[in-house]
Structure formats: C-alpha cells, structure tokens
C-alpha cells in the first residue's frame, strides 16, 4: 500500500514536473521571441535615430548658410542705402550736365540748319548769276556779230574811198569817227569779255563750294565692350568718337578721331567732353595740324578755322577722367 502511494506520487511528481518544463520551454520561446523583437525594434530605433541626426546636420548646415547669407544681404541692403542716399546729388548733377549738353546740341542744331538755309540761299544765287551769265554770253555774241557787220561795213567804205578819191573831208571825219566809235566799242567788249570771264571763274568756284558740302557728327558711344562703362582717358591722349553719325565728305575717320579737311574754306567744329564724376572734370582742347588752339576746361566748345585741304584737326584730354557715353561728341561743317 505504501509503496503504491509512493509510486502514485512518484508518478504525480514526475507528470508535474513534464508539465513544468513544458510550461518553461513554451515560456522561454517566448521570451526568446519577444526578445527577438524588441532588438529588432531597437535596431530600427537606431536607423531612425541615425537618419535623423543626418537629416539634422544638413538641416543645421542649411541653418548655417542661410545666416551667412543674411549677413551678405544685411552688408549688401547698407552699401546699397549709402548709394541710394548718395544717388539723388549725383543724379541733380548729371541732369544739369543732361540739360547743359542738350541745349548745346539745341544751339548747335539751330546753328547747323541756319547755316544749311544760308548755303541753300547761296546756291540759288549763284544758279540766278550762272543763268545771268548764260544771257550775258548770249549779249555778248549779239555785240560781236554786230562789230562783225560793222567792220565789213567800214572795209566797204574803206574800199569806197580808195576808189574814189574825190571823197571829201565831211566823209574822212564820218570815217574817223567810226574808226574811233569801232575801237572804243572793241575795247568795252573786250573788258565786258574779261568781267564775265571773272565773274564765271568766281561762280565757278562758289558752285564748287556749295554743291561740295563737308559736314560731320560723332559720339563718344561705342557698340563694343564699353557702351556702358567706358574705359578711362589720361593727360595728353586724343579722344576717339567712334559712333559717326554723319560723315558728309568723308572727312573724319573714327579709328583715329582725326578729322582730315577734304577742301579748302572756313570751318566751325565743335566738341563736347562730359565727366562721369562731378568732382573730376574733364578739360579738353582742340589740336590743328598738331598745335594746340582752343582749350576748354568743362563741357564743350565751338571753334571757327581757315583750314586748307589735308588739314587735320582732333580732340586732345589735357586731364585725366572717365568720359560719359552719348552726352559727349565731335562735330563740324564747312562755312564757305
């Protein structure tokens, strides 16, 4: 009976202990997989971490460059206030020198078309003195046939007396007096002849002028590197306008801002040199054939010549400074 007990407990304690370690092994298989999954999440917590401290780098290194920009800009808003406070004197003086250009330009223009009617008014006179001319031409043939008729007219008579030799004093002195009237008119022809020829050379001559006109207009302006900012001039060089505007004669080479003159007779050039910088003014002076004539110490100036054919005259910087582009030019015109 004892013993039978003892085998009932024995076989009860070992069925509980079965139950035991089953109950453990299923327990620690799921410890194990909750284990599992815990560094599983942990690992992913780490990625996440890491991808976040990346992305909080960059985000700090964008934070970085975007302050160093603001500064830029804050150093950039002052330099741009100082410029803009400067700006409205600045922009005063340049509408003055604007203002002084353009009515230079006005006055030159008035000049130029004044000059244009005077030579337009000279040309119809000298047409109205060559018409004269050709009807005093006409004249003058009238004048010499009729000496012709009476030079056979008096070789008749001439002839008449020697054949008769009975003329008496009355038809000598008639005779004398013709001869006389024959050679006085001989003589006024001849200096109505050397007028005319006179007059016709001097006619000539004005026609030539006139239908030869010389007119020219540059600006200091270029369609290069430099129409905005122009490079600066220093002492002593010659100024170049390169933009022609009018060339008419072909007097003036914009390679070299000399003007050659074409013919002779009087000239009017003008020039205009305007600064940049109101504090740096720009002089200039005109050269002929080499020799300085006329200076100017701002603006521009008008000048009148007696330049002969291949005379050369040019635009001279007696300072040093940066001249404004479109408000400074070289111009000039043959007078007479």
Request: proline share 2%; net charge neutral.
């Amino acid at each position: 009976m004892e013993i039978s007990m003892i085998f009932i407990s024995t076989l009860l304690l070992v069925s509980t202990t079965g139950l035991l370690l089953n109950s453990n092994q299923t327990h620690k298989a799921s410890m194990e997989e909750r284990f599992d999954s815990l560094e599983k999440q942990l690992a992913d917590e780490k990625r996440q971490r890491f991808i976040l401290q990346i992305e909080y780098d960059q985000e700090k290194e964008k934070i970085a460059q975007l302050e160093y920009k603001q500064n830029v800009m804050n150093e950039t808003d002052q330099e741009l206030l100082q410029h803009y406070n400067a700006a409205p004197k600045r922009f005063q003086d340049i509408s003055t020198q604007i203002r002084g250009a353009l009515l230079s330009i006005t006055t030159l223009d008035t000049k130029h078309n004044h000059d244009n009617q005077d030579l337009v008014d000279a040309l119809k006179a000298v047409q109205t003195r060559v018409t004269n001319l050709t009807l005093n031409q006409s004249e003058i043939v009238n004048i010499q046939r009729h000496l012709h008729e009476k030079e056979k007219a008096l070789s008749s008579m001439i002839d008449a007396i020697r054949n008769n030799q009975s003329t008496d004093r009355d038809g000598l002195s008639r005779l004398k007096v013709s001869l006389t009237s024959l050679a006085n008119s001989q003589r006024t022809l001849q200096s109505t002849v050397n007028a005319n020829a006179n007059t016709q050379n001097s006619l000539q001559s004005q026609l030539s002028k006139v239908t030869n006109p010389v007119i020219f207009l540059a600006d200091y302006r270029s369609s290069g590197w430099w129409i905005t900012t122009p490079p600066p001039i220093t002492i002593n060089q010659g100024i170049k306008f390169p933009l022609v505007k009018i060339n008419v004669g072909g007097g003036y080479d914009n390679t070299t801002g000399v003007f050659t003159c074409p013919s002779d007779g009087y000239y009017a050039l003008h020039w205009s040199v305007t600064s940049t910088d109101d504090r740096n003014r720009c002089s200039s002076a005109i050269i002929k054939n080499g020799v300085e004539v006329i200076g100017n110490e701002v603006g521009g100036n008008l000048a009148t010549f007696l330049m002969n054919r291949n005379d050369r005259a040019w635009i001279k910087a007696t300072s040093s400074c940066t001249v404004v582009p479109n408000h400074s030019s070289f111009s000039g015109f043959k007078i007479l």
